[in-house]
Structure formats: C-alpha cells, structure tokens
T-cell receptor
C-alpha cells in the first residue's frame, strides 16, 4: 500500500532551533496524521489534519497540508532535548488503514 | 487515564514455540489494531477489529498468525509455530470510531525475539 515518505530522514539541530519535516504521498487521502515515537516506546499521536484543512497548530507544533502537491509539513518551534524522537506521517486512504512512512529521526542537541 | 496496555513487554523464545501477545485497549474505544514494526519494513498493519469483529486481516503474514478479540477489553495475537523472521516489535493500538478516521493510541509494544 502507498505510504507517506518523510524527508529528511534524519535531522540534527541545536536546542532552541526550529525543525521542519516533510511528508509526501501519492494518492488522495481523507486525513493525514503525525506521530512521535521515543526510543523503546509506542507511537504517540500529535496532530490529525483532514483533507479540507490547510493548517493546524498544537502548542509548538504546526502542520500544513497541500493536497494539490500531495505533501504535508511538520514544524517544531523552539526545539527541546525532549523532542528527540522519530516522527512519522500516516495517511488515511479510505480503506480503514493508516499507511505509515518509515519515519524521520530528529536529534536535538542540548 | 490508563493507556493501551500490552503484555509481555519482552518475549524471547525458541523457534517452533507458540507465542501469545496480549492487549487491553482504552476503555470506550471500539477499534483495535495490531501492528508489527521492523527496521526493514517499518510499521505494518496486521489486523483491524471494529466492535470486536475482525474487519481487515489482509496484513496477517500467514496462517501461523491468528488474532482474537473475545470482548471489548481484550485482544490476543498468537503465532504458532514461531520462526526467527517473526522477530519484531508488535504494537497494539486503539481508537474511537472506525478505521483510520481518528487518532490511534498505541501501547508500548512487545519486543519479540525468536531464536
């Protein structure tokens, strides 16, 4: 099944900087979701954005969705060491499944 | 509030043995998902239940894998017989609503090693 593809796959930044990740997909979607996974833990839901929405915010997180380009971005502002994790985008293609990308490893250096 | 609870957290067993993974979803959630995560293949959906009924089991690798949901608060994933290539982290997730329409809440997984 088609999956979201995150870019870049690995990102290393200094604490306080902003981190931006992109996700591209190939078919039409109902919604797109972003998740975070800390080492040895399960995925934690961050934001869900529906196909008729263009932007959503949650705390220091900002997600955009461009359905014409089939892409989404996740921005983490003022990063903290605790933001070190893998970040996944996942797409709902209307077949009861969330198709997850391979993930994007973010390291925030204190 | 309690999240999704999985047991055991770690399982090491020899090939050919039966393995049973357990999951307690969040109370009030009516959808339950079993996933498998490996470095090579990423996160794969194995099976999806809605209101305790299996809706999509197309991701179950082969007949050695089976899953049940006897009631709204418990599900099992069984592998019999187990093989080394089954080694992975297995996650259970639950959500309100149907399919992929709502956020999914994941347990911390079972790390399975088949020797």
């Amino acid at each position: 099944s088609q999956q979201g593809e995150e870019d870049p796959q690995a990102l290393s930044i200094q604490e306080g900087e902003n981190a931006t990740m992109n996700c591209s997909y190939k078919t039409s979607i109902n919604n797109l979701q972003w998740y975070r996974q800390n080492s040895g833990r399960g995925l934690v839901h961050l934001i869900l954005i529906r196909s008729n929405e263009r932007e959503k915010h949650s705390g220091r997180l900002r997600v955009t969705l461009d359905t014409s380009k089939k892409s989404s971005s996740l921005l983490i502002t003022a990063s903290r060491a605790a933001d070190t994790a893998s970040y996944f985008c996942a797409t709902d293609e209307g077949n009861n499944r969330l198709a997850f990308g391979k993930g994007n490893q973010v390291v925030v250096i204190p | 509030d309690a999240g999704v609870i999985q047991s055991p957290r770690h399982e090491v067993t020899e090939m050919g043995q039966e393995v049973t993974l357990r999951c307690k979803p969040i109370s009030g959630h009516n959808s339950l998902f079993w996933y498998r995560q490996t470095m090579m293949r990423g996160l794969e959906l194995l099976i999806y239940f809605n209101n305790n009924v299996p809706i999509d089991d197309s991701g179950m690798p082969e007949d050695r894998f089976s899953a049940k949901m006897p009631n709204a608060s418990f599900s099992t994933l069984k592998i019999q017989p187990s093989e080394p290539r089954d080694s992975a982290v297995y996650f259970c997730a639950s959500s309100r609503g149907q399919g992929a329409q709502q956020p999914q809440h994941f347990g911390d997984g079972t790390r399975l090693s088949i020797l």
